[in-house]
């Protein structure tokens, strides 16, 4: 089993629609955790650290449940333009590892 | 603002030949690691370093070997190369904080292409 695992969709949703991704973490260790975007054949960039008391950014909210291992994404208002892959990472502070998930893919139509 | 420079960014190679992908960071960052990107499969890391002189192992090191003699430089070598190393490669990099306080996160460089015949 992977340290981190997401639903790989695709998540094909109609602009305007409110989508959320689940990530879970099997390293209860893990300190630090982000979302991070990929564009198709495109190097990976940070859309958000996440918070233990949840954290928002404009139509992105990011939770993490530490008891539960899981972190999740929400997106609101979908725009064509949020088609991506959206990756989770997990960091065990104390190795200094840096697991990612295998990715999620979400398809906004208009 | 270069951040983080991979190069070549496209490399066909044969079986059995060696290579030496390059990273550099010009943000003075202490931690620097190499991934692999397949189908499917996400980033997997490779080998990641948390200073000059110290390297360490990720998930699937085999293969592989890196070297940390500068801050800046990161270097991933392929000592003999496999149809199955076929992969596109990403270098990242970021500052470490103190102790127990975990890493800040990484910038990534725009990766290598690896095509192994």
């Known amino acids: 089993r992977k340290e981190v695992e997401q639903d790989p969709g695709p998540f094909n949703v109609p602009e305007g629609a409110t989508v959320a991704f689940n990530c879970t973490y099997s390293?209860?260790?893990?300190?630090?955790f982000f979302w991070y975007r990929q564009d198709c054949r495109k190097e990976p960039k940070l859309l958000m650290s996440?918070?233990?008391s949840g954290n928002e950014d404009g139509r992105f909210t990011a939770q993490l449940n530490r008891a539960s291992q899981y972190i999740s994404l929400l997106i609101r208002d979908s725009k064509l333009s949020d088609s991506a892959t959206y990756l989770c990472?997990?960091?065990?502070?104390?190795?200094?590892?840096?697991?990612f998930g295998a990715g999620t893919r979400l398809f906004v139509k208009a | 603002n270069a951040g983080v420079t991979q190069t070549p960014k496209f490399q066909v190679l044969k079986t059995g030949q060696s290579m030496t992908l390059q990273c550099a960071q010009d943000?003075?960052?202490?931690?620097m690691s190499w991934y692999r990107q397949d189908p499917g499969m996400g980033l997997r890391l490779i080998h990641y370093?948390?200073?000059?002189?110290?390297?360490d192992q990720g998930e699937v090191p085999n293969g592989y070997n890196v070297s940390r003699s500068t801050t800046e430089d990161f270097p991933l070598r392929l000592l003999s190369a496999a149809p199955s190393q076929t992969s596109v490669y990403f270098c990242?990099?970021?500052?470490?904080?103190?102790?127990?306080?975990?890493?800040?996160?990484?910038?990534f460089g725009d990766g290598t292409r690896l095509s192994i015949l």
């Open positions: 990242a990099s970021s500052a470490v904080l103190g102790q127990g306080s975990g890493n800040q996160p990484q910038h």
């Open positions: 390293n209860s260790a893990s300190q630090s």
């Open positions: 996440v918070y233990s």
């Open positions: 943000m003075n960052h202490e931690y």
């Open positions: 990472v997990a960091l065990n502070t104390g190795g200094f590892k840096t697991i």
């Open positions: 370093s948390v200073g000059a002189g110290i390297t």
